[in-house]
């Protein structure tokens, strides 16, 4: 299997080469040259399968540079129920006959990006071994990226993580889930800033070519096609719970922001995999809504980009959804370019066809809806009133949108992407009372922290870099003149 841009360049890649990196050359994102096709009699074989023997099937249609038992073991080793706290890893929770929600929220951090990070800590941990090669990742967080980066880091040869966050915004709850690691390889910055400082500042030693090259500087972000792949074991493991016979439909609903996760059950869906509808849920922050309700994909400036009780949904712009419209587009790189490059690069904006409009409900089976902070109370009181289940505030969007969207007679799957004990403050306006929270979390807050505070300032965090990378910086200062 190679591996294409978005953006139409003739290059073709294996899949270890694009593993470590982040955007294509010409600034497209890597999708497979085709989707595997699973027919009936795969399903059926494939749903008797633990949930690592399922991952393996589906990575082995995808990755053809890694030995199959190599592939098969780093599976095996990431999908534990040591790790993931039960044997389906991803267990469905059916609320009513037909209406059921798929816990991707039991790893070590509590949101669904463990599914996708403990994977890519595997893999790059792998990967860098047979090259005899070292990463530095650097990334920029707000709360669940960066600490499921790390959570899946951790420990790992020949990765470091430099993490930054901003002074004082995060909840307590996830400070402590960051800062308490005691691992030498993880480096907690914290910004005298806002997150936005964090981001130019990683974007800013990105930029810096020398440095990143010298530093080996890599990135962990949404638009990883590993993560995304990972993402689709689990539409499948869904399917496979909710229904009994092979080819039946079930619709997903994907609490949504940069348009990963939901992307990955479009993979799933291309693949073949009898998907009736993937609806869209968004907060506030309704970019995606407004595409799939006008045909209008407009970015928002960040004065517009709404601070919400889902802020893991909070995003200006969907950096994965470039991925769907170049397989609406027929896989035409150029008209995609033209798309992304040209117009939203340019005005921020762009508008459909009305006939590739169409073909979104129609052909791909796109629907969404919009949610709000009232919308989040009530649907968490309901939840838990009606049916004794107590959720997050962002399977709280995509319950309110579930329940809209519903077609009655086939089974709808709602991914709960964190616990309620993530976002604590706003359960408590919602039920008047604290979120449950696992054993195993008692007292974090009280843990030992370990964290650096840095200026918000771009040579600040390139010398804790150079510092803590010994290695590397040798002969630097000599070189540059002290
Ligand atoms: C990241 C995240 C989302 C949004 O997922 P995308 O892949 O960015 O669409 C939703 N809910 C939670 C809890 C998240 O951490």
Redesign the pocket.
């Given at each position: 299997m190679k591996y294409i841009s978005t953006r139409g360049a003739a290059e073709r890649r294996g899949f270890s080469e694009i593993l470590l990196e982040g955007l294509a050359p010409d600034g497209g994102l890597y999708l497979p040259e085709r989707y595997p096709q699973v027919d009936t009699a795969t399903l059926k074989a494939w749903r008797r399968l633990s949930y690592a023997d399922l991952a393996f099937q589906i990575l082995s249609l995808y990755i053809d540079d890694i030995p199959a038992d190599d592939l098969h073991g780093i599976c095996r080793r990431t999908y534990t129920e040591a790790v993931f706290g039960t044997p389906q890893i991803v267990p469905l929770k059916t609320l009513q006959p037909k209406l059921h929600l798929e816990a991707l929220?039991n790893g070590p951090t509590l949101?669904?990006?463990d599914m996708a990070m403990q994977l890519l800590g595997q893999l790059f941990e792998y990967e860098l071994g047979r090259r005899g090669q070292t990463l530095n990742i650097l990334g920029a967080t707000s709360?669940?990226?960066g600490s499921?980066a790390e959570y899946a880091m951790r420990g790992k040869r020949g990765v470091r993580v430099f993490m930054l966050s901003p002074h004082g915004r995060m909840s307590p709850f996830q400070q402590a889930q960051m800062f308490s690691l005691q691992d030498e390889n993880i480096h907690n910055l914290v910004v005298q800033g806002v997150f936005d400082d964090c981001q130019d500042i990683v974007k800013a030693v990105s930029n810096d070519l020398a440095f990143k090259r010298r530093y080996r500087i890599g990135t962990v972000n949404?638009i990883n096609w590993a993560r995304l792949l990972a993402?689709v074991v689990y539409y499948f493991a869904g399917y496979f719970q909710a229904t009994e016979e092979d080819g039946q439909p079930v619709s997903f609903t994907?609490?949504?922001?940069?348009?990963?996760?939901?992307?990955a059950g479009h993979v799933a869906r291309m693949m073949g995999l009898p998907i009736a509808r993937l609806v869209c849920a968004t907060n506030e922050n309704d970019v995606l809504d407004e595409f799939f309700r006008t045909g209008t994909y407009r970015v928002r400036a960040s004065a517009e980009t709404h601070e919400t009780s889902?802020p893991?949904?909070d995003?200006s712009k969907?950096?994965?959804f470039e991925r769907f419209v170049y397989d609406l587009l027929g896989r035409d790189g150029q008209r995609t370019a033209a798309l992304f490059r040209d117009a939203v690069e340019g005005d921020g904006r762009f508008t459909l066809a009305p006939e590739d409009f169409a073909r979104v409900p129609r052909d791909f089976g796109f629907v969404s809806g919009r949610s709000t902070h009232a919308d989040r109370l009530a649907t968490i009181r309901h939840c838990f009133d009606r049916y004794g289940v107590m959720i997050?505030t962002?399977?709280a969007d995509g319950l309110k949108v579930a329940l809209e969207r519903r077609d009655p007679q086939v089974p709808m799957i709602v991914l709960e992407?964190?616990l309620p004990v993530?976002f604590a403050a706003t359960i408590r306006e919602a039920l008047g009372r604290e979120p449950d929270r696992p054993a195993a979390l008692d007292g974090i807050e009280a843990a030992p922290k370990r964290f650096t505070v840095v200026p918000a300032d771009v040579q600040a965090v390139k010398d804790h870099i150079a510092r803590h990378c010994p290695e590397l910086s040798a002969g630097v200062a000599a070189a540059s003149g002290g």
């Open positions: 929220s949101a669904f990006k709360g669940d990226t499921a949404s993402q994907v609490p949504s922001g940069n348009f990963g996760n939901i992307c889902s893991s949904m995003i969907a950096s994965n997050d962002h399977t992407t964190a993530k």
